[in-house]
Structures are given as C-alpha cells and as structure tokens.
Nanobody, 125 residues
Framework: QVQLAESGGGLVQAGGSLRLSCAAS????????MGWFRQAPRKEREFVAA????????LYVDSVTGRFTISRDNAENTVYLQMNSLKPEDTAVYYC???WGYGRLRVGPDDYDYWGQGTQVTVSS
C-alpha cells in the first residue's frame, strides 16, 4: 500500500505561483510513475502531468505546458508540481496518484493505483 498526502495548495492571484508537494509513505515510489490530476466543481477529474519512475520522462496536458513542471525526489519519496503563471481556470482540487510500473506514462485516472486526498488551489482574477 502507498499512502499519498498532498500539500501546498491555497489562494493565489492570477499570474502567481504555487508549488504542490505529494509525500508518499508505506512503500517507496521509485517503482511508480506519478501523476497529478485536478477536478473542478461539476467537472470530470482531468489529467495534468505525469513523471516516470526515474524522472527521465514527463507528460503534460496542453493547457499547462510551459507553465507547470512536475518533478520527483525518490530519496525523499516526494513528487512536486510547480505551477507558474496561474490562471483562474486552474482552480480545482489537485490530486497526486501513483501508477505501478516502468511503462509509458498514462493519463487515465483508472490507470492509477493509489490516490491522495487532494489539495485545493484557488486562483483569483
């Protein structure tokens, strides 16, 4: 079992930055691809970014490319999402998730095995 705990969310003005953290416990995440998803009110949960087990490969949804950066520190069992140039449409609950394996990065929520509880990000205009 992997337990995931997100932190770093909050209220920020448009154009600002936030850094989300996802701390894992229970098992090392070095064998897992890690992803960030978000869910806005009355919307489906959507893929934001993913990083492979080593950190050597990343994938982003088009709407955040160039603004968000996913990274990981396997020694600290932690994954990060640096969010810059935030927009009101980035407002959502952000979740991190773990996908066991060394294959290609995946974007479907059902492909991920473990989830955190989420952290709220609110971007004011």
């Amino acid at each position: 079992q992997v337990q995931l705990a997100e932190s770093g969310g909050g209220l920020v003005q448009a154009g600002g930055s936030l850094r989300l953290s996802c701390a894992a416990s229970g098992r090392a995440i070095s064998s897992y691809a890690m992803g960030w998803f978000r869910q806005a009110p009355r919307k489906e949960r959507e893929f934001v970014a993913a990083i492979n087990y080593s950190g050597g490969d990343t994938l982003y949804v088009d709407s955040v490319t160039g603004r968000f950066t996913i990274s990981r520190d396997n020694a600290e069992n932690t994954v990060y999402l640096q969010m810059n140039s935030l927009k009101p449409e980035d407002t959502a609950v952000y979740y991190c998730a773990a996908d066991w394996g060394y294959g290609r990065l995946r974007v479907g929520p059902d492909d991920y095995d473990y989830w955190g509880q989420g952290t709220q990000v609110t971007v004011s205009s």
